[in-house]
């Protein structure tokens, strides 16, 4: 394990998924003595959500870290943010990405959709900073029947969580906003707005939503870490498209220098790494976070290049017991793990770093 404390749309559509059935075999050793040179592309397309979550991808980007190790190749990165995860995947099985922080449900539906074909998890990026957020009226479960309550979008990460935690709870809520508990998915912005003008009754999102909520005047229900062991899942991975990772394994190793570097940054000095994040959510979505939200979300959501792949697992059964994921497609791509992870890469990088390898699942 690693010694540093740096903690789908169901599935895109089956022809965009065949699209990639000629994906070539993932791991960088075997590829890379038949790899076209990294100098055949000019940029590698990098995805991230606008999220503190996503940490790492901001601080890279704003610090030039992922331009600064793509640099030697000749090299530049293109960022596109994404509101959630199914969207995220779309432009991947488009071909339009080929990198991305993403959450472990859109990335076990892309891994089940395309059998096992289409992406590879490279590394992790964040665990934790995820709550429950309601208007301060309901005080318990109970109080959550004949509520709205949003998600960032149907089949993400925190949509899985809400719907498998109300499950759990003796709660339903269909897919089609029906149940006891009605489940809005909605982008993040406009699920606050919802929320201020009283048209929804709170959300199951990611940090800084969470204090942005907070700072509306709502309250944290359930913290999503309260409900695994040492209080550890994950939030945020980074995945890369199989074929990608084939063609050009100097490239995705470039990267995940970057993303070490970031990583490094966050732990040596949270505050300066904190207001990297926010320096590049305003030059990369126009809009930055106010101080105290800023502080409070930065607290809540732990960095780590581990991809925590046992709680991905559990993610995957909870995705299964609410119909969001279908159990003979994740047989059929090889189960969990399977072949879903490649951190050959990685423990490179943290070798060359001097630091622990992260274990292969």
């Not at 075997?30 to 076209?36: G, I, T, V």
């Not at 490279?122 to 004949?146: H, M």
């Not at 707005?193 to 709170?202: C, K, R, T, V």
């Amino acid at each position: 394990m690693i010694h540093r404390n740096r903690t789908i749309q169901l599935a895109a559509s089956a022809l965009a998924v065949l699209s990639l059935a000629a994906c070539a075999e993932s791991s960088a050793d075997e590829s890379e003595s038949s790899a076209p040179a990294a100098s055949e592309i000019k940029t590698v397309r990098v995805g991230f959500f606008p999220n503190l979550t996503h940490g790492p991808a901001l601080v890279g980007l704003q610090d030039g870290l992922f331009k600064q190790a793509l640099k030697p190749l000749g090299l530049t990165v293109t960022p596109t943010a994404f509101n959630a995860g199914p969207d995220a995947v779309s432009a991947l099985f488009g071909g339009s990405l080929d990198i991305t922080y993403i959450g472990p449900n859109p990335t076990i539906n892309a891994y089940a959709e395309s059998g096992g074909e289409a992406v590879r998890v490279i590394a992790g990026a964040a665990s934790g900073g995820a709550a429950l957020v309601v208007n301060p009226e309901i005080t318990d479960t109970a109080g959550l029947k004949g509520r709205k309550i949003a998600t960032p979008q149907l089949g993400n990460t925190q949509d899985v969580a809400l719907r498998a935690w109300l499950k759990g709870e003796g709660l339903t809520s269909d897919i089609d906003g029906g149940g006891d508990v009605s489940i809005v998915p909605q982008a993040n912005a406009e699920g606050l707005a919802a929320y201020a003008s009283g048209q929804i009754d709170g959300a199951w999102v990611p940090e800084p939503w969470v204090s942005e909520y907070l700072k509306a005047g709502a309250k944290v229900l359930v913290d999503e870490a309260t409900l695994w062991p040492e209080g550890k899942f994950v939030t945020t991975n980074v995945i890369v498209r199989t074929e990608f990772l084939a063609e050009h394994p100097d490239a995705v190793e470039a990267f995940l220098q970057g993303h070490v570097a970031a990583l490094d940054a966050i732990e040596e000095d949270p505050e300066a790494a904190a207001e990297a994040a926010n320096a590049s959510l305003k030059s990369l979505t126009g809009s930055s976070l106010e101080p105290d939200v800023l502080a409070s979300a930065w607290k809540g959501v732990t960095f780590t290049a581990d991809p925590l792949p046992a709680t991905l697992a559990k993610s995957a059964d909870d995705a299964i017991s609410v119909g969001l994921l279908e159990a003979d497609k994740v047989e059929a791509a090889g189960g969990l793990p399977g072949t879903l992870y490649d951190l050959t890469l990685l423990n490179k990088v943290l070798a060359a770093a001097g630091e622990d390898a992260v274990a292969t699942p």
